[in-house]
C-alpha cells in the first residue's frame, strides 16, 4: 500500500482524498446516530446527555459546514503525499503488526496533544471568530464532528505531518488516524452517556466531558483523554452543566 499510495498523481491523491474523507463522515455519522437515536435507547443502554432541541436548521447547518471540512481534508492529502514525494518523509513497508500496535498509540497519544494544543487556542481572543460556528451546536449530533470554519479544518487537519517528518510509519499507522479521530469524533458529539457508571475522568466518558464543553463553552478542551486538561488545569467538573440545562433551551453562538 505505501507503494501503491506514492504511486498515484496528484489528482489521484486528492480525489481518493474527498472519497474517502466524505465517506467515514457519512458512515460513521449515520451508524452513530442510529445507535444513540434508536438501538441503545431501545436496549435501555445509556441515556441522552441534553435533552434540549436541536437548533432550527441545525443539522443543515451542520451538513454544510461539514462538506467545506470534508473538501479541506480530502484536498489536504496532497501534503503528506508530497511529503514523500520531496523524500522529506518516508514510509515503512516492512513493519510488523507489533511495531504498527505501537505508533497507533502513540499517535493516539499525539493526536490529543494536538487537538488540546490548536483547540485552546481557537478559544483566545484572536482565534475564537474561526471556532464559533462550531460552538453554535450547543446540543451536538455525531454530524457536529467535522463542522468547522475552514480555519479549523485547516488547523485540525494537519495532525500526521509533524509526526510523518520525525519518522517512518507504517501506511497503516498514519491510515488509521482519522478512522479513530472521527470514531471518538462521533461519540465525543453523540449527546449520548455510553457508559453512565464510568467514573467522569475514565476515557469511557468523553462523551460527558465534551458535552460539557459545548454546554459551559470553556474548559475541557482534550479529545478523547483528560491528561491534557488535567496538566493545565482545564478540567471542568463534573456538574458544570447543572445551571445551563436548568436555564432551558440552549442560547444559540454566532
Excluded: K
Excluded at 66 to 88: A, K
Excluded at 168 to 174: A, G, K, N, V
Aim: one cysteine or more; aromatic letters at 14%; glycine letters at 8%.
Amino acid at each position: 500500500m505505501a507503494h501503491a499510495f506514492q504511486s498515484l498523481s496528484a489528482w489521484q491523491v486528492m480525489a481518493a482524498g474527498l472519497l474517502f474523507f466524505g465517506g467515514i463522515y457519512l458512515l460513521f455519522g449515520a451508524a452513530t446516530w442510529l445507535l444513540t437515536r434508536h438501538v441503545l435507547p431501545a436496549l435501555g443502554i445509556g441515556a441522552v446527555l441534553d435533552p434540549r432541541p436541536l437548533a432550527p436548521g441545525q443539522l443543515r447547518r451542520e451538513l454544510t459546514q461539514s462538506g467545506v471540512s470534508v473538501l479541506i481534508f480530502g484536498l489536504g492529502m496532497i501534503f503528506p503525499w508530497g511529503l514523500l514525494q520531496l523524500g522529506w518523509a518516508r514510509l515503512d513497508p516492512d513493519a510488523g503488526a507489533g511495531r504498527i500496535a505501537l505508533e497507533i498509540l502513540a499517535l493516539v497519544a499525539w493526536n490529543d496533544v494536538h487537538f488540546w494544543i490548536n483547540h485552546r487556542l481557537l478559544h483566545t481572543r484572536l482565534l475564537r471568530r474561526f471556532h464559533l460556528p462550531h460552538h453554535r451546536s450547543v446540543v451536538t449530533t455525531p454530524f457536529s464532528t467535522y463542522s468547522f470554519h475552514p480555519v479549523e479544518a485547516l488547523m485540525l487537519g494537519n495532525v500526521i505531518l509533524l509526526p510523518m517528518v520525525l519518522h517512518d510509519f507504517s501506511f497503516w499507522s498514519l491510515f488509521s488516524v482519522p478512522l479513530f479521530s472521527l470514531f471518538f469524533n462521533c461519540v465525543g458529539h453523540a449527546n449520548y452517556d455510553f457508559f453512565p457508571r464510568a467514573s467522569y475522568a475514565h476515557w469511557f466518558a468523553a462523551s460527558r466531558r465534551h458535552h460539557l464543553h459545548h454546554a459551559c463553552y470553556h474548559g475541557n478542551y482534550g479529545f478523547q483523554f483528560t491528561f491534557m486538561d488535567r496538566l493545565f488545569r482545564t478540567r471542568l467538573p463534573a456538574d458544570a452543566a447543572a445551571a445551563p440545562l436548568a436555564r432551558g433551551p440552549a442560547a444559540r453562538g454566532g
